[in-house]
């Protein structure tokens, strides 16, 4: 009978998830650089059929039934994108019906992992010739608002924020870092700017501004520190009649998030992660790991308050949201490792079941069905 209420709460998600409502895992090639290929790298990642992704370093290429049969060579994900994908089909396959989502009043969340220099920022953010995701998915909220002429009653909120060895900043208003506090709507980041956007024009200015407000090691000014994780929330606040033809406001979130380098620092399992926690790597970072282990293994707990990531995404992660992950992974050879363990991190974060719900049509569940709405309370509440 539970399986069935939450079914039914999954199928209100609409048509993000694929009916099982889980995470959607996707994996991208980046091309090979002129550095890897100085270096003598070779290509060590196949993509075949847009869905699978072969390791082939040490097997011959072309031998893909040998590779699946050894561990942690072949995995299988949503999709997956060859090198030659553009930033269109990334942002159309992954991000496109969340989007869609969100305007209706849903919760929507990115997240790009992967080792530093696989891909991340190009995916999330891109360059002026080629926009990435954040940028491509305003772009495309702005187009859906006026084509249904809701201008005026869709009001569109930027803020981009950066956690960095636990300290949270507004990247579009630099100064003192931000106390975070929990509220009525969840934790929030107390005087957080929020850019109210009107065109998508401004926006790409806005971003590559922000991104030069992340900081950077003390060493290599001009690059963005690989521990620096950045945040871009889009709030879309729009109003409704309800039921009783009172006027309601409803508010949709989505969270684009560029996450900090995972070199060493994902843990796939509990011995890992306690190994890691003596080290000082990346509190953030781990605790996201303890998080979707949690999510994965269906605990009722999840450890949430142990970073600043993880309270920021308390309601982007599992619970009442759509998320997608995209894996970011070099073909060079000489990553083989990191591309491995990013590969099984993935892997790893399909399993997680989240109850994709819309809040506000539970809500007026009618009377007769009273039981059955406290039940789907109840599961929702287990999984905020
Ligand atoms: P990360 O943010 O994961 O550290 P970047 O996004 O900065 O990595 O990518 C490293 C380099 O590779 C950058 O110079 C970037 O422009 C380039 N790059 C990454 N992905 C692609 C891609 N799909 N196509 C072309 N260049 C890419
Ligand atoms: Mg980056």
């Known amino acids: 009978e539970l399986d069935s209420i939450s079914e039914k709460a999954a199928s209100k998600g609409g048509g993000v998830d694929d009916g099982g ?38 097997a011959t290429e072309n031998d893909y039934l040998r590779l699946k049969r050894l561990r942690g060579r072949h995995f299988t994900f949503d999709a997956s994108f060859p090198d030659t994908a553009t930033q269109h ?16 009043g849903r919760n929507g969340s990115v997240f790009c992992y992967g080792a530093t220099g696989a891909g991340k920022t190009y995916t999330m953010l891109g360059t002026i010739e080629n926009p990435g995701v954040m940028v491509l998915a305003i772009k495309d909220l702005f187009s859906k608002i006026r084509q249904r002429s809701f201008d005026g009653n869709h009001v569109v909120h930027l803020s981009y924020l950066e956690v960095y060895n636990e300290t949270v900043r507004d990247l579009l208003s630099p100064g003192r870092p931000l106390v975070l506090r929990e509220d009525k709507q969840g934790i929030v980041a107390a005087g957080l700017t929020q850019y109210r956007a009107y065109s998508t024009d401004e926006v790409m200015a806005l971003l590559q501004q922000g991104n030069l407000n992340r900081t950077t090691e003390p060493t290599r000014c001009n690059e ?78 999840i450890p949430y308050r142990n970073s600043k990531l993880t309270q920021l995404l308390k309601d982007s992660l599992g619970g009442a949201c759509n998320t997608v992950m995209i894996a970011n992974i070099s073909p060079s050879n000489l990553s083989f490792g990191e591309t491995q363990n990013t590969l099984h991190w993935a892997d790893r974060a399909k399993e997680i079941r989240t109850k994709a719900y819309d809040a506000h049509e539970e809500m007026q569940i009618p009377d007769s069905e009273t039981d059955q709405a406290k039940l789907l309370l109840e599961l929702q509440k287990e999984n905020r």
């Open 21 to 58: 409502s889980r995470i959607l895992v996707f994996v991208r090639l980046r091309p090979i650089s002129r550095k890897e290929r100085e270096a003598g790298a070779r290509c060590c990642v196949k993509i075949v059929d847009g869905r699978d992704v072969y390791l082939t370093e040490f």
């Open 89 to 104: 089909d990334v942002y159309s396959t992954t991000t496109a019906e969340l989007v869609e989502a969100v305007l209706q």
């Open 224 to 301: 963005t520190s690989s521990r620096s994780h950045a945040i871009l929330q889009v709030v879309i606040e729009y109003h409704v009649k309800d039921s009783s033809n009172n006027i309601v406001s409803r508010v949709g979130k989505l969270s684009l998030i560029d996450l900090a380098g995972s070199e060493r620092a994902l843990a796939t399992d509990q011995r890992t992660l306690r190994s890691l926690e003596g080290a000082n790597i990346n509190k953030s970072l781990l605790a996201l790991s303890s998080c979707i282990n949690a999510l994965v293994e269906g605990k009722k707990h």
